[in-house]
Protein backbone atom coordinates (compact mmCIF):
# COMPACT_ATOMS: atom_id res chain seq x y z
CA UNK A 1 0.00 0.00 0.00
CA UNK A 2 1.06 3.61 -0.60
CA UNK A 3 2.22 4.80 2.44
CA UNK A 4 3.86 8.77 3.18
CA UNK A 5 5.90 9.47 6.76
CA UNK A 6 7.11 12.59 7.78
CA UNK A 7 9.98 13.36 9.83
CA UNK A 8 12.11 16.23 11.45
CA UNK A 9 9.36 17.91 12.89
CA UNK A 10 10.27 19.26 16.62
CA UNK A 11 10.81 22.66 18.56
CA UNK A 12 13.07 25.02 17.02
CA UNK A 13 13.41 28.86 18.52
CA UNK A 14 13.08 31.50 16.21
CA UNK A 15 15.25 31.81 13.58
CA UNK A 16 16.63 28.57 13.57
CA UNK A 17 16.38 25.81 11.06
CA UNK A 18 14.70 22.46 10.69
CA UNK A 19 14.50 19.93 7.82
CA UNK A 20 11.64 17.89 7.17
CA UNK A 21 11.37 14.32 5.29
CA UNK A 22 9.20 12.52 3.68
CA UNK A 23 9.82 9.16 2.98
CA UNK A 24 7.19 7.33 0.74
CA UNK A 25 6.64 3.70 -0.33
CA UNK A 26 4.18 1.73 -2.60
CA UNK A 27 4.33 4.38 -5.42
CA UNK A 28 6.47 5.01 -8.23
CA UNK A 29 7.57 8.29 -6.68
CA UNK A 30 9.37 9.45 -10.06
CA UNK A 31 5.84 10.14 -11.18
CA UNK A 32 4.34 12.18 -9.10
CA UNK A 33 4.84 16.04 -7.89
CA UNK A 34 5.06 16.12 -4.54
CA UNK A 35 4.19 19.17 -2.53
CA UNK A 36 4.40 20.18 1.34
CA UNK A 37 1.17 22.40 3.29
CA UNK A 38 0.75 23.18 6.69
CA UNK A 39 -2.51 23.57 8.85
CA UNK A 40 -3.06 25.34 12.58
CA UNK A 41 -5.90 24.19 14.42
CA UNK A 42 -9.17 25.97 13.10
CA UNK A 43 -7.49 27.46 9.63
CA UNK A 44 -7.72 26.03 6.77
CA UNK A 45 -4.72 23.52 5.30
CA UNK A 46 -2.26 25.89 2.95
CA UNK A 47 0.41 24.96 0.43
CA UNK A 48 3.64 25.60 1.34
CA UNK A 49 6.23 24.27 -1.32
CA UNK A 50 5.59 22.55 -4.40
CA UNK A 51 8.03 20.47 -6.83
CA UNK A 52 7.59 18.56 -10.05
CA UNK A 53 8.09 14.94 -11.11
CA UNK A 54 11.40 15.72 -12.56
CA UNK A 55 12.48 18.22 -10.07
CA UNK A 56 12.68 21.03 -12.61
CA UNK A 57 10.44 23.37 -11.20
CA UNK A 58 8.98 24.60 -7.58
CA UNK A 59 6.54 26.43 -6.12
CA UNK A 60 6.57 28.92 -2.75
CA UNK A 61 3.89 30.47 -0.38
CA UNK A 62 4.89 34.03 -0.53
CA UNK A 63 5.25 33.68 3.09
CA UNK A 64 8.51 31.29 2.70
CA UNK A 65 10.15 32.57 -0.37
CA UNK A 66 13.71 33.05 0.65
CA UNK A 67 13.57 31.04 3.59
CA UNK A 68 12.17 27.56 2.46
CA UNK A 69 13.68 25.28 0.02
CA UNK A 70 11.93 22.00 -1.36
CA UNK A 71 13.98 19.11 -3.24
CA UNK A 72 13.36 15.45 -3.65
CA UNK A 73 15.79 12.29 -4.39
CA UNK A 74 14.34 10.03 -6.88
CA UNK A 75 16.72 7.41 -6.33
CA UNK A 76 15.63 7.53 -2.21
CA UNK A 77 11.92 7.66 -3.38
CA UNK A 78 12.32 11.24 -0.82
CA UNK A 79 10.81 14.85 -0.71
CA UNK A 80 12.43 17.26 1.59
CA UNK A 81 11.41 21.11 2.82
CA UNK A 82 14.84 22.78 4.32
CA UNK A 83 13.32 25.05 6.48
CA UNK A 84 15.90 28.09 7.56
CA UNK A 85 15.14 31.94 9.51
CA UNK A 86 12.32 29.94 11.17
CA UNK A 87 9.41 32.26 12.65
CA UNK A 88 6.34 31.70 15.28
CA UNK A 89 4.30 32.28 12.29
CA UNK A 90 6.16 28.87 10.44
CA UNK A 91 4.38 26.59 13.47
CA UNK A 92 2.18 24.50 12.53
CA UNK A 93 1.68 20.89 11.63
CA UNK A 94 3.17 19.69 8.24
CA UNK A 95 2.00 17.36 4.90
CA UNK A 96 3.63 15.86 2.63
CA UNK A 97 0.98 15.54 -0.14
CA UNK A 98 2.10 13.55 -3.45
CA UNK A 99 -0.15 13.53 -6.60
CA UNK A 100 -0.13 11.62 -9.97
CA UNK A 101 -2.34 14.75 -12.15
CA UNK A 102 -2.55 11.95 -15.09
CA UNK A 103 -4.58 9.94 -13.10
CA UNK A 104 -5.73 12.07 -10.43
CA UNK A 105 -4.02 10.25 -7.44
CA UNK A 106 -3.32 11.64 -4.41
CA UNK A 107 -1.58 10.71 -1.71
CA UNK A 108 -0.67 12.40 2.14
CA UNK A 109 1.32 11.63 5.03
CA UNK A 110 0.35 11.64 8.72
CA UNK A 111 2.02 14.68 9.53
CA UNK A 112 4.66 16.31 11.88
CA UNK A 113 4.45 19.05 13.74
CA UNK A 114 6.94 22.16 13.99
CA UNK A 115 6.58 24.31 16.75
CA UNK A 116 8.76 27.41 16.51
CA UNK A 117 8.62 28.79 20.10
CA UNK A 118 9.77 32.84 21.38
Known amino acids: QVQLVESGGGLVQPGGSLRLSCATSGLTFRWYDMSWYRQVPGKERELVAGITSTGDCTNYAESVKGRFTISRDNAKNTVYLQMNTLKPEDTAVYYC???????????WGQGTQVTVSS
Open 97 to 107: NAEYVFIAAVH
